[in-house]
């Protein structure tokens, strides 16, 4: 995988076979501290402890029809590429919780990639589990949340085309507002310097 979206998205696929209703992604990026952390929680059926262990060999996965799973091992790879980590904690019947730390700057940290189109994906193809984004950067933070935006728009389900369409575009205008690339430290807090 390219993108850190597409891998994100693939873990969040693990997160849906494990029946869970709640999914979060955080996304926190400073160029201030050379940090670039993604986080995934869910509320699914975890993963039982004898897989636990060795659950980043992508050999070992519970799926029966494709026999590697990918999604965790290559986060860690590329997390581990960049002088960074990746923890993994779970508990069965309460949910997972994936760390992975990546050297902002680091030449070989993959770019994001597409995250909106991932979450488009995502809201379209399961409405019904609760999807939250949150993404902070040195210029602010933004926040999406399938539930809190399906009760604003007093609607049932989000995966209405025009209705992603939109949703899409508020995403990508919120995140450029964000951007931490191009950041001008003058503008920043002093506090954070």
């Known amino acids: 995988m390219k993108e850190l979206s597409l891998n994100i998205l693939d873990i969040v696929q693990n997160s849906i076979r494990a029946k869970a209703k709640d999914i979060s992604v955080e996304i926190i990026e400073s160029v201030v501290t050379d940090i670039y952390q993604i986080l995934i929680k869910d509320n699914g059926t975890g993963i039982p402890k004898e897989i636990l262990k060795n659950v980043t060999d992508p050999f070992v996965t519970t799926r029966t029809r494709r026999r590697m799973g990918l999604g965790l091992p290559l986060m860690k790879y590329h997390a581990e590429l960049t002088g960074g980590s990746m923890k993994i904690e779970s508990e069965t019947d309460k949910g997972t919780s994936i760390r992975a730390d990546f050297s902002n700057s680091h030449i070989d ?13 995502l809201l379209a193809s399961n409405p019904g589990i609760d999807f939250t984004y949150i993404h902070k950067t040195d210029r602010g933070e933004y926040r999406f949340s399938a539930k809190e935006t399906m009760e604003y728009l007093d609607i049932e389900t989000i995966n209405e ?7 899409g575009n508020m995403i990508n205008e919120n995140l450029r507002k964000i951007e931490a690339s191009g950041i001008d ?4 807090d002093r506090d954070i310097l």
């Open 109 to 121: 940290r993959q770019p994001l990639g597409d995250i909106s189109g991932v979450l488009l994906i």
């Open 161 to 167: 085309r025009n209705l992603l369409e939109l949703i």
């Open 185 to 188: 430290f003058k503008e920043l």
